[in-house]
């Protein structure tokens, strides 16, 4: 989920559906419904933990995003400390056309396009491919509703939705051979995704916790990404704006290069 991890794309897609009251369609529809915001503004603390090393690392992050009224989505994840990395950004823009993200380093002044083949690359030694924090693009993937079971530690029933990339080229960028969502059958919100390697091997777990409701939009305020007996990242929300008015400005690559996003 975009988020760091909750923006969702709006495009045409495909589905299946199995053993469920609900098809896949009409499933993922309703999580578009459930949480999708005009806008949104952040403030994010991060916990980067190494498993064998056992070392944590405290990171906070302003993130900003907004939906126009053409359905494109535009983002911005901006590092304000610690002071090493502050003023890091990323600049995500997902419209009809395209796709693109841009990394800013302030040493460099420079915005680095990330191509198609450094998607499936980790974002600032987080758990969190660039390929992650594009969302989930429904146009790119095909997904089935195998299943429902228990989840939420036994507090909720969840569909089980498989989804799988729409090509090769997707699979080969993301580095996923697919993935699994556990959305709740009531609420239509993403309790954990499982995530499967080329090989098909389970190696990665997102959750996402503590469900609270702004309006007719509902966000997690506390989300982590698991690579099995690696690393995790841990995401506490500290401050949320939903549907509030964001300058335009904040989302053009002159923002960063002005280093208008330093405050």
């Not at 469920?20 to 952040?42: F, G, L, P, W, Y």
């Not at 995500?92 to 693109?100: E, P, V």
């Amino acid at each position: 989920m975009r988020t760091l991890l909750f923006i969702l794309s709006f495009f045409i897609f495909s589905y299946s559906n199995a053993n469920c009251e609900m098809d896949a369609k009409t499933i993922m529809d309703k999580v578009v419904n459930t949480q999708s915001a005009k806008s949104e503004r952040e403030i994010q603390q991060l916990f980067l933990v190494d498993v064998k090393s056992n070392t944590k690392e405290k990171r906070t992050i302003e993130r900003y995003s907004i939906d126009d009224k053409n359905g494109n989505t535009k983002s911005l994840i901006n590092f304000t400390a610690p002071a090493d990395i502050k003023g890091t950004a990323l600049l995500s823009w997902n419209t009809s056309g395209s796709k693109d993200q841009w990394l800013y380093i302030p040493a460099n002044r420079k915005l680095q396009r990330i191509g198609s083949g450094s998607k499936k690359n980790y974002f600032m030694g987080t758990d969190f491919t660039y390929a992650d924090l594009d969302g989930e693009i429904r146009s790119e993937n095909k997904y089935t509703c195998k299943n429902t079971t228990s989840c939420n530690k036994g507090k909720a029933n969840c569909f089980v939705i498989e989804a799988l990339p729409a090509s090769s080229a997707i699979k080969r960028k993301t580095g996923y051979k697919k993935r699994i969502l556990f959305i709740d059958k009531n609420k239509f919100v993403t309790y954990k995704i499982d995530y499967f390697n080329l090989a098909g091997k389970h190696f990665k777990t997102g959750r996402y916790q503590n469900w609270q409701n702004f309006g007719k939009t509902m966000r997690p305020e506390v989300a982590s990404m698991d690579r099995h007996e690696k690393h995790k990242t841990f995401i506490k929300i500290v401050e949320r704006n939903i549907n509030k008015k964001l300058d335009d400005v904040v989302f053009t690559k002159r923002y960063l290069e002005k280093n208008m996003h330093q405050k």
